[in-house]
């Protein structure tokens, strides 16, 4: 398989959950702190989210791929619905995307 290039993590928008600390309260978070830790190495000895889905994207770019196509699927098909079934009022157009009823009729 084919090895994935990242971009530069300066420029990309993150959000707060990839720098959450995870804390090994099950047998799965134990194995993937431990072996992260032991792959980063961190100086605080914390392990983040980032962390681990950078590792898991470097060693098992599969399950990452999986769950990436799966998220994407299920948005795309979220707007489709609420764009044949109209999304709450005002909803799509607060991205500057989409113009609510009132608003066309504003500009009139």
């Keep these: 398989m084919a090895d994935i290039e990242f971009k ?4 990309l928008d993150t959000t ?9 309260e099950n047998n799965l978070k134990e194995i993937l702190v431990n072996y992260v830790g032991e792959q980063h190495n ?3 000895n914390d392990v983040t989210v980032h962390m681990i889905v950078e590792t898991l994207a470097k060693e098992f770019p599969e399950f990452v791929l999986a769950v990436a196509e799966e998220n994407f699927i299920r ?3 979220q707007a489709l619905y609420d764009v ?3 999304a709450p009022s005002g909803f799509l157009s607060q991205f500057g995307r989409v113009q609510t009823d009132t608003q066309s009729e504003e500009q009139e």
Aim: charged share 25%; net charge negative; hydrophobic share 15%.
């Design 16 to 24: 707060s959950t990839l720098n959450e600390v995870v804390e090994p």
């Design 75 to 77: 948005g795309y098909q």
């Design 8 to 11: 530069d993590d300066n420029n």
């Design 84 to 86: 044949d079934n109209g």
């Design 42 to 44: 961190p100086e605080s």
